[in-house]
T-cell receptor, first 115, second 113 residues
Framework: AQTVTQSQPEMSVQEAETVTLSCTYDTSENNYYLFWYKQPPSRQMILVIRQEAYKQQNATENRFSVNFQKAAKSFSLKISDSQLGDTAMYFCAFMKLQGAQKLVFGQGTRLTINP | DAGVIQSPRHEVTEMGQEVTLRCKPISGHDYLFWYRQTMMRGLELLIYFNNNVPIDDSGMPEDRFSAKMPNASFSTLKIQPSEPRDSAVYFC???????????FGNGTRLTVT
């Protein structure tokens, strides 16, 4: 079974700073997808970024980028020029490429951006 | 598109009552998922459907839980009878095709007293 671990329950940074959220996972699969979802106080789960394991290039979406280290099974999220609206819970998630369409989530990191 | 629509947004009920949560997926999406979020267990997949057919219900905690998808635009998650430990936020999500990102609704916060 796949597991996803987020070792930072909470983080706090000043507006405009860069912050990196950590995620590690355990799997015997070779091909899979990794995701970061954001859950603001409104409660909705919003997709931030997706990475295909077969791609060596790290995914980027504007101020959000990932550092994907397949051998180390590590998938960190970097938020540059952080904004107050980035305050949210952030969840790392894993999905196998083949078989069941199960999205397995980590426990989440609560990120606070301070003015 | 309006996104995944869930109702109600909040539900408060007494122990022993039947609870029905509703979900309308994004039009054209052929996968539908029900997740439960609690502080203790995080986000757990309860069940998912493909083309209205239940594919994996191994996450459904007990026989008190049941889910249906009578057509491509509607699904329900029913708890009968409800218990206080069922209190959680229940999310519905949909996706278009295999290995596509999930799009989540705003969730239903269920409180069972």
């Amino acid at each position: 079974a796949q597991t996803v671990t987020q070792s930072q329950p909470e983080m706090s940074v000043q507006e405009a700073e860069t912050v990196t959220l950590s995620c590690t996972y355990d799997t015997s699969e070779n091909n899979y997808y990794l995701f970061w979802y954001k859950q603001p106080p409104s409660r909705q789960m919003i997709l931030v970024i997706r990475q295909e394991a077969y791609k060596q290039q790290n995914a980027t979406e504007n101020r959000f980028s990932v550092n994907f280290q397949k051998a180390a099974k590590s998938f960190s999220l970097k938020i540059s020029d952080s904004q107050l609206g980035d305050t949210a819970m952030y969840f790392c998630a894993f999905m196998k490429l083949q078989g069941a369409q199960k999205l397995v989530f980590g426990q989440g990191t609560r990120l606070t951006i301070n003015p | 598109d309006a996104g995944v629509i869930q109702s109600p947004r909040h539900e408060v009920t007494e122990m022993g009552q039947e609870v029905t949560l509703r979900c309308k997926p994004i039009s054209g999406h052929d996968y539908l998922f029900w997740y439960r979020q609690t502080m203790m267990r995080g986000l757990e997949l309860l069940i998912y459907f493909n083309n209205n057919v239940p594919i994996d219900d191994s996450g459904m905690p007990e026989d008190r839980f049941s889910a249906k998808m009578p057509n491509a635009s509607f699904s329900t998650l029913k708890i009968q009878p409800s218990e206080p430990r069922d209190s959680a936020v229940y999310f519905c999500a949909s996706s278009q095709g295999f290995n596509s990102p999930l799009h989540f609704g705003n969730g239903t916060r269920l409180t069972v007293t």
